[in-house]
């Protein structure tokens, strides 16, 4: 039996997963939340790279989709060797495609010169 703590609506149903029984999910995307984490589990990626003559020396940044979980360590090791310059907008992609999952890495805020 496998036991999952379903995020996707803040009822946060404790779901379990016995074969095929799938039961304590409260709405149908409780259900469709566990097989998707069963059969390929993905995560949006938050992190910080480092940014040049900007007021603070990292830039937060998010995935603009979801990363297969396996991959996530693999992508913070590419972006631990990105660095950008100042200024940035919120949104500007940072890094494109990474490890071709079509999923692009974006800027979280703006940053200005210093």
Do not use: W
Not at 14 to 41: A, L, S
Not at 79 to 95: E, S
């Amino acid at each position: 039996m496998r036991k999952f703590i379903c995020i996707q609506c803040p009822l946060g149903c404790e779901i379990t997963v016995e074969g095929e029984k799938i039961e304590g999910n409260r709405c149908v995307r409780g259900k469709e939340y566990v097989m998707q984490e069963m059969k390929n589990p993905k995560r949006v990626l938050t992190t910080t790279v480092f940014i040049e003559n900007a007021i603070h020396p990292m830039l937060p940044v998010r995935s603009n989709g979801e990363v297969p979980k396996e991959l996530l360590k693999e992508c913070m090791k590419i972006l631990a060797g990105v660095k950008v310059k100042a200024p940035v907008k919120k949104g500007d992609v940072i890094y494109k495609n990474i490890l071709n999952t079509g999923v692009d890495i974006i800027a979280s805020r703006s940053m200005e010169r210093k």
